[in-house]
């Protein structure tokens, strides 16, 4: 899709550039991200190195240093959306905008005194990597952090 999006266009502007990528490129980095995320270095390369790539294509800000370059197009970084996203799923489940049998279980803690928000989750552990890196595992620890105005709110956007 990078290569489509070089190839048709000699000149882009930021604002075109930004429009084309979040619906050609990123929307397939962003398929399915609470199911599949890269938990491997070299695999959350091999996918920062796309956007890396991609910014290189406007002319205008080409020389600019990567995080420089995503300043300028407002984009964020992969690990950044990944726990966004996860954030938001796990908002989803909890206030119960999914359905109940199809949500995956996830642990809550009652009555904790320690530090943590209202909806404070507990981590299982796991002895193997697949159930580590598992979505009801691997945002417990983001999600516990989080203030209780953030997972208090009404919606999502707030």
């Not at 399915?32 to 995320?37: K, S």
């Not at 070299?42 to 890396?52: F, N, P, R, S, T």
């Not at 984009?75 to 995956?104: C, N, S, W």
Request: aromatic share 12%; with cysteine.
């Amino acid at each position: 899709m990078l290569g489509i999006i070089k190839r048709n266009f000699r000149y882009i502007s930021i604002n075109s550039f930004i429009l084309l990528y979040k619906s050609m490129v990123r929307s397939l980095f962003d398929y399915c991200v609470p199911v599949w995320v890269p938990y491997k270095k070299g695999d959350i390369e091999v996918l920062e190195k796309v956007q890396k790539k991609a910014t290189k294509i406007i002319l205008e800000i080409k020389h600019l240093p990567y995080k420089e370059r995503l300043k300028v197009c407002k984009l964020p970084m992969l690990h950044f959306r990944q726990v966004r996203g996860d954030m938001i799923e796990m908002y989803k489940i909890l206030t119960g905008k999914y359905d109940v049998d199809v949500a995956p279980k996830v642990l809550r803690v009652y009555g904790s005194t320690t530090r943590g928000n209202v909806f404070k989750l507990d981590k299982g552990r796991a002895k193997y990597d697949l159930r580590k890196y598992y979505f009801t595992n691997r945002v417990v620890n983001a999600w516990n952090s989080l203030p209780d105005h953030a997972v208090l709110s009404e919606t999502i956007n707030t």
